[in-house]
């Protein structure tokens, strides 16, 4: 899988997610990550990228044309390394390109898998008022958001996204199967877990953890994360109980 964040702050993309797992597995090629800056296109001396909005109204907004350089040079390398990589008929067409928006879908554990199904994923990070409503029309494929609050950029959504599209892909957790028995892989808060010491401030591991028989080890995390979830998330309990 390989990412390419357009930003007008790709030091603080790169910062966020260059150690732990994410670097981890960048370092062993599971993955890619460019940020990719918007300023670096923008075609007058003073690398100006924003503008007035037409109409009147606060603050300044990204324009079209940086944004749609930008993203010409990472499709360029995109189908560069895929014809090098023998798929002579790839002309790029079908590479998603994700802008970050408060007025996009909200994103989820589900969009996470559809997206790590993907070789490429472009994101585009808006700042400032917004971006040129036409060179979004051009470009963009889905319009996604981290949740129903205002941002200051698109910067930590994208952050988020690549996080949790990246612990999908097989190799980056140590373990295959931890990312599917947590939260929400089959709709249900993770259930309570323990380590060691055995009794910590007076409180006792669940004695059942201790008993080494599997089958009710079993059960009785599935019951824990059906009350977990009923008390928690309860429109997330109704969903489970209703399918
Ligand atoms: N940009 C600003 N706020 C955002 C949000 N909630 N989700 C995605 N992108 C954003």
Redesign the pocket.
Known sequence: MNFHVMTLFPDMVMAGLSDSIIGRAVSKGLLSIEAVNIRDFANNRHNKVDDYTYGGGAGMLMQAEPVYLCWQDIMDRIRQRRNADGKQSDDGNGVRVVY???Q?RVFDQAMARELSREEDLILLC?HYEGVDERVLSEIVTDN???????????EI?AMIVVDAVSRLIPQVLHNDTSSELESFSDGLLEYPQYSRPEIWHDMRVPEVLLSGDHAKVDRWRHEQSLERTRQRRPDLYEKYMAR
């Open positions: 970050m928006t408060p996009g808006g996604v958001s981290v949740g129903d609050y205002v941002l200051t950029g698109g959504p």
